[in-house]
T-cell receptor
Framework: AQKVTQAQTEISVVEKEDVTLDCVYE???????LFWYKQPPSGELVFLIR????DEQNEISGRYSWNFQKSTSSFNFTITASQVVDSAVYFC??????????????WGLGTSLAVNP | EAQVTQNPRYLITVTGKKLTVTCSQN?????MSWYRQDPGLGLRQIYY???????DKGDVPEGYKVSRKEKRNFPLILESPSPNQTSLYFC???????????FGSGTRLTVV
C-alpha cells in the first residue's frame, strides 16, 4: 500500500528561524514521484517541487531546500530564515506506477506552519 | 497562461438540488482528476479521466458523476447533494506522472 505520513500536525516558529517539515512515505514501487505543495490561507494548492525515485540529489531553491533519502523513505523540506508569508499548510504527496494508469496523488495530512513576527 | 479553471469558487446549496462544478484546462492535458479535501482526512481522489470518454472511479466516488466529452473540460456533477458532500473540491490536470499536476483554485461547497 502507498502511504505518506507527515507526523508534524502543527509547527509554530518565530520569524527568521529555520524549520524542517518531515515527510515519510511507503511504497513498494521502485519508480515513484514525490511532491511538495503549499496551501496558503486563500486555499489554492501551490506546487513547490517534484522528485523522482532515481534522483536523490538534494535541491535548493532560495530559502527552500529538500532532502530526499531513499534509505529512510523520507523527503523532508526545510525553510531557512522563515518569513510570515511562509505561513501555510504544506503537503507532501506520492505518485507511484503501481497505481497503473491512475496517476493519483497519495497525500499526507499536511503540516500547518505558523510563522510569527 | 497555462491554468486549470474551476467554477464557482464558492457555492452554498440545499440538499437534493443538482449542481455542477465546472473544470477546464488549456494545456491539452489528457489526464484530469477531481479531489476533495476534508479536515483530518486530507485530499482524496473522487474520479479521474485518462482521456476523452475515458473515466474511472477514485477512492470516494459515491454521490458524484463526471463526464469527459471534450479534452479540456471535466465537470463534476452532484445529482442529489447531501451535507456530507460539504467540502473543498479541487480539479487537477497532468501531462504525465512525473510532471506533477496543475490544480484549479478550488471550489468550496456547502450543502445545507
Amino acid at each position: 500500500a502507498q502511504k505518506v505520513t507527515q507526523a508534524q500536525t502543527e509547527i509554530s516558529v518565530v520569524e527568521k528561524e529555520d524549520v524542517t517539515l518531515d515527510c515519510v512515505y511507503e511504497t513498494r514501487d521502485t519508480t515513484y514521484y514525490l511532491f511538495w505543495y503549499k496551501q496558503p490561507p486563500s486555499g489554492e494548492l501551490v506546487f513547490l517541487i517534484r522528485r523522482n525515485s532515481f534522483d536523490e540529489q538534494n535541491e535548493i531553491s532560495g530559502r527552500y531546500s529538500w532532502n530526499f533519502q531513499k534509505s529512510t523513505s523520507s523527503f523532508n523540506f526545510t525553510i531557512t530564515a522563515s518569513q510570515v508569508v511562509d505561513s501555510a499548510v504544506y503537503f507532501c504527496a506520492l505518485s507511484a506506477l503501481g497505481d497503473g494508469n491512475n496517476r493519483k496523488l497519495i497525500w499526507g495530512l499536511g503540516t500547518s506552519l505558523a510563522v510569527n513576527p | 497562461e497555462a491554468q486549470v479553471t474551476q467554477n464557482p469558487r464558492y457555492l452554498i446549496t440545499v440538499t437534493g438540488k443538482k449542481l455542477t462544478v465546472t473544470c477546464s484546462q488549456n494545456m491539452n492535458h489528457e489526464y484530469m482528476s477531481w479531489y476533495r479535501q476534508d479536515p483530518g482526512l486530507g485530499l482524496r481522489q473522487i474520479y479521474y479521466s485518462m482521456n476523452v470518454e475515458v473515466t474511472d472511479k477514485g477512492d470516494v466516488p459515491e454521490g458524484y458523476k463526471v463526464s469527459r466529452k471534450e479534452k479540456r473540460n471535466f465537470p463534476l456533477i452532484l445529482e442529489s447533494p447531501s451535507p456530507n458532500q460539504t467540502s473543498l473540491y479541487f480539479c487537477a490536470s497532468s501531462v504525465g506522472r512525473g510532471h506533477g499536476y496543475t490544480f484549479g483554485s478550488g471550489t468550496r461547497l456547502t450543502v445545507v
